[in-house]
Structures are given as structure tokens and as C-alpha cells.
């Protein structure tokens, strides 16, 4: 919310949704229905199935790659950098930006990353 405080009135609030849990995308939709949830169905469906076919299958990496690109793309990631997805995210955009702080937020409690 804070960060939509920052934006222009009528902005639509839009969330690019990057998860292995198929009830999370559900869960938020009916949480926050003023938002949009943006999310790749087959990809979560694919990252959710603990199977070794599906999590090394190809369509799996397309889904992992395009996860990151677009959250590459997003002006504010919030993620835990407990996930490896997570810390790399953090990685790129510090080697990329002056200052990741103001555009990269842990949702981890207390978490440190050395």
C-alpha cells in the first residue's frame, strides 16, 4: 500500500505474482480484489508439481527465466531472500542500479544476507 500511496491517484494497482503455491494466487485475489494479480497459470501449475519430470522439464526453466526477467522489469520486488529466485533478483539489480534499497524489499523478518 505505501507504495501505491506514493503513485498518482487512479494508478491501477498491479502485482506481478511469482509463486510455487497455486492457493497463494487465490488467497491475494480475494485478500486485495482492488488489485490485479499478474501470474503465469501454467507456471505455477508446473512449480507447484513436486515431481522430478515436471520441476526439470523444460517448460519448468521457460517458467523460471520468465519469472526472473519480469520481475527484473517490476519498479518494486518484494520476495525473501530466502528464495534463490529471490537473491538473484537482489544480485542482478545490485549490480545494476545505484542504489537497490529504494526498489528491492525482503519480506524475510530479520534476515540476513552476507
Known sequence: E????NKKKGVEKRVYLATDEPAVVT?????YPDYTFLTD?????A???VSFASRYSADSHVGIITDIQLLLSCEL?????????????YEVQS????N???TFHSADKAYNYQ
Open 2 to 5: 505505501r507504495y501505491y500511496d
Open 47 to 49: 512449480a507447484s508439481d
Open 95 to 98: 549490480s545494476s542500479m545505484w
Open 41 to 45: 497459470n501454467a507456471t505455477v501449475t
Open 77 to 89: 520486488v518484494v520476495c525473501t531472500l530466502s528464495s534463490n529466485i529471490c537473491r538473484l533478483i
Open 100 to 102: 537497490v534499497n529504494e
Open 27 to 31: 488467497e491475494l485475489r480475494s485478500k
